[in-house]
C-alpha cells in the first residue's frame, strides 16, 4: 500500500512537472511570436515606397501579423503560420491576441518558402470577424492585395464598408498579397501561455482584462506610425 502510494506521489509530481514544462515552452513561443511580429513592422516602417501602406494602417481598426508564414508543396500544397492581432482603437493600440492561418493549394508548386504577412483591418466589423473561432478570408469579409505606391488605388468597397488587406513579404520588400480562401482562427493555447489565464480574444482586444506580460516593444513600435 505504501509503495502504491509512493508510486502515485512520483507520477503525480512528473504530470505536474511535464505540465509546466510545456507551459514554459508555450510561453518562450508567444514571446518569441511577439518579438518576431515587432521586427516585421518595423521593417515595413523602413521599407520603400510604404507610405500608402502606413496610411492605412493608420486608420486601421485592427492588424494581424503572421511572421515567418510557411509555403511548402509538392504539387499539393498549403500554407501555415502563428502570429498576433492587436485591436486600433482611439489612436492606441492593445495588448495582442494569438492567432494562427492556413491554407491549401493545387497546381504545379516544389519547394519551401517562408512568408511575412501582414493583414490591414478596416473597419469594426471586419475586425469583429477575427472574434469568432474559425473564418475565411474573403469568405466573412472582404479581402484583397494591399495597395503599394503612389500608382496603386485602394479598394473602394473595402475604404468604405470595411474589409482586409493583405501585405506580404517574401524577398526583401512588401507587397500586396493574394489569401483569398484562408482560413484562420484563434490560438487558446498561446493566449493562456501568455497571459497566464484562460482569456478569450475579445477581452484581450476590447475588454482588456489582462495585464500585458511583455511585448510592449511590438506596441511602442506600431505606435510610430503616426
Not at 509555403?71 to 498549403?78: H, M, N
Not at 519551401?112 to 473597419?123: A, E, P
Amino acid at each position: 500500500m505504501k509503495s502504491s502510494f509512493t508510486i502515485i506521489v512520483i507520477l503525480s509530481v512528473l504530470f505536474v512537472g511535464q505540465i509546466a514544462a510545456t507551459g514554459a515552452a508555450e510561453k518562450m513561443d508567444a514571446d518569441i511570436i511577439v518579438e518576431k511580429s515587432r521586427i516585421v513592422i518595423e521593417e515595413m516602417i523602413r521599407s520603400p515606397d510604404n507610405e500608402l501602406a502606413l496610411d492605412l494602417i493608420k486608420k486601421s481598426a485592427g492588424l494581424a501579423i503572421i511572421p515567418g508564414m510557411l509555403k511548402a508543396g509538392f504539387v499539393l500544397g498549403g500554407s501555415y503560420g502563428k502570429g498576433v492581432i492587436l485591436a486600433h482603437r482611439d489612436g492606441r493600440w492593445t495588448g495582442p491576441a494569438f492567432v494562427y492561418i492556413w491554407a491549401g493549394s493545387l497546381g504545379l508548386q516544389i519547394g519551401v518558402q517562408s512568408t511575412d504577412l501582414i493583414l490591414v483591418v478596416m473597419g469594426q466589423k471586419a475586425m469583429r470577424s477575427f472574434l469568432k473561432s474559425k473564418f475565411k478570408l474573403g469568405g466573412d469579409v472582404a479581402f484583397a492585395a494591399g495597395p503599394i505606391g503612389a500608382r496603386a488605388s485602394a479598394s473602394t468597397e473595402i475604404l468604405l464598408r470595411g474589409g482586409i488587406y493583405s501585405y506580404s513579404r517574401s524577398k526583401g520588400l512588401f507587397a500586396g498579397g493574394s489569401l483569398e480562401g484562408a482560413g484562420m482562427g484563434t490560438d487558446f493555447e498561446l493566449n493562456r501561455a501568455y497571459y497566464t489565464t484562460t482569456v478569450n480574444p475579445d477581452k484581450i482586444l476590447y475588454e482588456e482584462v489582462v495585464t500585458l506580460p511583455t511585448g510592449k516593444k511590438l506596441i511602442e513600435t506600431l505606435s510610430q506610425i503616426q
